[in-house]
């Protein structure tokens, strides 16, 4: 019986002998007959990842109508409409639009994250079929085929190796491995993680050395590829703060505007002892109130805002791909970093060399040849102390190390750069060296042997030079070389000595020579199977930026927990962690442990643990997720495949710009143009000075909403002819608000912003402090424009000009509160304010000049029902303008002067202390 499509992917191929695997697919190294493999493709289906179904783009559209802000908007422009204000509904149903399409296109950007996906697989596939090699489309392999791989192939499906040679993958996308995966055909335990199942090949990887045959096992959606694919397709993009929060004001602003509306429709209508409106009048005045209450500019003035947060933030190397994910930054309370990279240089550098004098350190960037060597003791330490090691090692790599537009770089595998690199610092040059002591013969590095050894030529005689994993060197070391004489090796000494570097998250390998006759044979295992003389070992380490342990501080200061999830071993994790200030220094999870826990058991430690070490796709987005059920609200980094689901499912997905795979960059919100994590404290500082700036921008607009809509109610339950007509409100909504709001959209980021915790992402905008500046704001407004319009009336102006005036004193009061609502706390005149925003006094320039205009200017007149006023008329404004800043200032002063109490209270409990 043949194995039917699933039987495939819960084996575990890795921790079966290849001749078992070969019988399990009924199949042999000749291949598989063109009949089977025909009826192979039949039941398995093609290697190929189907598309999901999606919505249709006409259905995608329609659906970013449907939010209740969008729908509150739609009844304005109805409204607006019934009072024959055609320009004005052609610009909010132009707003309404231009939302929707902005929201279409980033929707469809994001489904072609799954187009990526796809689009990694390999075009064709060298196979053996019928006992001869073939070349066919990598979408008609089928479990059991023999394929081919040699350097610079893509992996076409999942692959158990049957034979090879000198193997080595890049499956950074799959495991965030920083070097190539070195393979081999030996059985691994079946609990063996990803990145440790050294017997596999997985489809989308590259192969970047060697070659191999092997024998498929999983095709199309069975392949660890597929199986991306198919979380990619379950996961489910979370909703953003914003948007829940605005789409509960909208509710809440659409049920309010809709009650009062009808109560005083109700009010007028039901009081007949309340002169001065017919029902004609007092439905246009009830429409003129639901116009005054709706803030027809707040759609425009959170999408501009978001707009200038994302080339803030670009200016800072983070380019955002979701608009909604600018705001969302500042409420983030949890980031999951990857490690290489992000945290570290992704430059490999040897930081330690161990000698039999002792250890010394090596200072320097990268791979720039210049740098400082120091003893463990601080003293420096002269270039000829590792001369002699570091001139094997430069022998023994192929690397070359090279300046491009002032910055140096590697060519060649990056572990055999930081050996380049040291021999620079320690004053040799590799040409010349490399000239001195021609290379006669080689055994590269295989991971059977782990090592590699070259023979060169020194004048009559000639050594091998050989470099490797210090276990697999040291028992094959007869005697030390100390600079002076030979002596015999201590291996506990020296095993102590790797373990130590091993601890400090340093990759350890041993340098080693031996002299031998010159001889034109090729140089084999059994050369270097004894006899060879130590040098030392040596440490290497992907060093953690310098800016990034700032960047980690800045997060914790600001009560962010920054957490580390890597494909590196949980030693190494641990140690560069520590380095950077993540963690507590001993508590790290591996994938292992993660898949002994449930969801619950996860959920219960995930906020404590801060280090994941050797990670799975599915563990990377359980971790998130578990954070996601503790109320966190997390941002991820990543670069491979393997990364997306994590990347989609969480409220902030970040991918790497240089580094990063395109499923990845598809599956984020954010993209890192310099792979930096310090760019991702900056998005978050800029997040929150945007979210700040939102709610500046609404605690600017509510309360002079609301005054317009309290200017209406108090002259319907009064009896009084309408002081501002709807006319005139839509141009102060319009016109006057959005202009004097908008200039809210470019204040920097207050002083102490990255000192806060992050805010709760789950309260209203609405919140009780709003709601009492609405009420204090509006009440100082309606009172002053009422007070001005009944002024005007007294003393014998005319109905138009006595609106005139209301108006013009309402606009001031909005120009005065606008100095004053820039500072949430602290003074207008505060150092923090003067000249921060040039655009807010510029702004005011072009009110003042419209309300001369929309006052003196006989077309606007005409079209607004206005007429000119005096100099009395103004001064009247002015003071409208001054009581409405006087009064939000000595709010501020009390709040102020009652935070300063609780700080001097909890200081003076802090400084008692127990009498016993």
């Not at 000698?355 to 400082?372: L, R, W």
Request: net charge negative.
């Amino acid at each position: 019986m043949k194995p039917s499509p699933n039987e495939s992917k819960p084996m575990s191929w890795h921790s079966e002998t290849f001749e078992s695997c070969l019988n399990r697919l009924n199949t042999s190294k000749e291949g598989l007959p063109a009949e089977e493999a025909t009826e192979r493709l039949e039941r398995y289906g093609p290697n190929r990842l189907e598309p999901p179904k999606r919505r249709g783009p006409l259905m995608r559209f329609i659906l970013q109508f449907h939010n209740v802000l969008v729908y509150v908007l739609m009844s304005a422009a109805v409204m607006t409409g019934v009072l024959g204000m055609w320009v004005d509904t052609g610009v909010i149903i132009g707003v309404v639009v231009i939302n929707a399409i902005v929201g279409f296109l980033q929707e469809g950007k994001a489904e072609r994250a799954l187009e990526a996906v796809a689009n990694m697989l390999s075009p064709t596939a060298a196979v053996v079929r019928n006992n001869q090699r073939d070349t066919i489309a990598a979408e008609d392999l089928v479990p059991g085929d023999i394929v081919l791989l040699e350097a610079g192939d893509k992996v076409p499906a999942d692959i158990r190796l049957i034979e090879s040679t000198r193997l080595q993958i890049d499956e950074a996308m799959l495991t965030g491995e920083s070097v190539p995966a070195s393979k081999v055909t030996a059985t691994v335990a079946a609990n063996a993680v990803l990145a440790d199942r050294k017997n596999m090949a997985y489809s989308g990887t590259f192969v970047t050395g060697g070659q191999t045959v092997g024998m498929v096992v999983a095709t199309g959606r069975d392949t660890e590829l597929g199986r991306i694919n198919a979380m990619l397709t379950e996961v489910q993009t979370l909703v953003t703060p914003l948007t829940r929060q605005l789409d509960q004001f909208g509710r809440w602003l659409t049920v309010a505007i809709l009650l009062l509306a009808a109560f005083t429709f109700a009010f007028g209508a039901l009081t007949p002892d309340v002169p001065g409106h017919s029902l004609v009048e007092l439905f246009m005045a009830t429409v003129g109130l639901a116009v005054a209450a709706i803030p027809e500019g707040l759609p425009a003035i959170v999408t501009i805002t978001l707009a200038i947060g994302v080339q803030r933030m670009a200016r800072r190397n983070a380019i955002i791909r979701r608009l909604p994910a600018v705001e969302t930054l500042g409420a983030i309370s949890t980031i999951c970093s990857d490690k290489t990279g992000t945290l570290t240089r992704n430059e490999m550098m040897v930081q330690a060399v161990v000698t039999a004098q002792g250890t010394i350190n090596v200072a320097g960037t990268g791979y720039a040849p210049e740098g400082e060597l120091h003893w463990a003791d601080g003293s420096k330490a002269e270039q000829s102390e590792i001369a002699h090691l570091a001139e094997t090692a430069l022998l023994c790599s192929d690397a070359e190390i090279k300046q491009t537009d002032g910055l140096w770089r590697t060519e060649g595998d990056p572990t055999e750069g930081a050996l380049v690199t040291l021999a620079a610092r320690a004053g040799l040059v590799s040409t010349a060296t490399r000239s001195a002591h021609p290379r006669q013969s080689t055994i590269p590095f295989d991971s059977a042997y782990r090592y590699m050894a070259t023979r060169h030529s020194d004048g009559s005689d000639a050594f091998v030079a050989i470099k490797g994993a210090p276990e697999a060197l040291l028992p094959r070391c007869s005697d030390l070389h100390d600079g002076r004489s030979s002596r015999s090796v201590d291996e506990t000494f020296w095993q102590a000595q790797v373990d130590s570097l091993a601890s400090k998250g340093m990759r350890t390998l041993a340098v080693a020579i031996k002299k031998m006759p010159p001889t034109d044979a090729p140089l084999e295992h059994e050369d270097v199977a004894d006899g060879l003389t130590l040098l030392g070992v040596v440490g290497i380490i992907d060093p953690p930026r310098d800016e990034a342990i700032e960047a980690v501080g800045n997060c914790h200061s600001a009560g962010i927990r920054v957490k580390m999830i890597t494909g590196d071993h949980a030693l190494t994790a641990r140690a560069i962690a520590a380095q950077i200030g993540i963690g507590n220094g001993h508590d790290v999870l591996t994938g292992m442990q993660l898949d002994g826990m449930n969801d619950d058991d996860l959920e219960k430690v995930v906020s404590d643990v801060d280090v994941y070490a050797r990670t799975s796709p599915e563990q990377k987005l359980r971790i998130v997720t578990a954070l996601q059920s503790r109320g966190e609200l997390v941002a991820m980094t990543g670069d491979g495949v393997n990364d997306a689901p994590a990347l989609k499912r969480a409220d902030v997905g970040t991918a790497m710009g240089i580094k990063g795979t395109e499923v990845a960059k598809q599956s984020s919100e954010m993209v890192l143009a310099d792979d930096n994590f310090v760019s991702i404290a900056q998005a978050v500082k800029e997040g929150r000075t945007v979210y700040q700036n939102l709610r500046k921008s609404i605690q600017f607009i509510l309360p002079t909403n609301g005054a317009q809509a309290g200017v209406i109610i108090a002259a319907i339950l009064f009896g009084l002819t309408l002081p501002i007509t709807p006319v005139q409100i839509l141009w102060i909504n319009m016109v006057t608000a959005v202009t004097l709001a908008l200039t809210l959209a470019f204040e920097p980021a207050e002083r102490d912003i990255m000192k806060r915790p992050p805010r709760n992402a789950s309260s209203p905008i609405l919140d009780g402090f709003l709601l009492w500046r609405i009420a204090l704001v509006s009440s100082v407004l309606i009172v002053g424009t009422v007070g001005v319009f009944l002024w005007e009336l007294a003393r014998g102006e005319a109905l138009e000009a006595s609106r005139t005036a209301a108006v013009n004193a309402l606009v001031m009061g909005q120009i005065f509160y606008l100095l004053s609502v820039r500072q949430n706390l602290r003074a207008a005149w505060s150092r923090d304010a003067l000249g921060s925003n040039p655009w807010i006094f510029g702004a005011i320039a072009s009110v003042l000049a419209l309300q001369l205009l929309f006052t003196y200017w006989g077309p606007m007149t005409t079209l607004f029902g206005t007429a000119p006023t005096d100099g009395l008329a103004w001064a009247w404004a002015l003071m409208v303008g001054f009581l409405v800043f006087g009064a939000v200032e000595s709010e501020k002063l009390w709040r102020r002067r009652g935070s300063e109490h609780r700080v001097k209270s909890t200081s003076g409990l802090t400084k008692k202390s127990p009498s016993h």
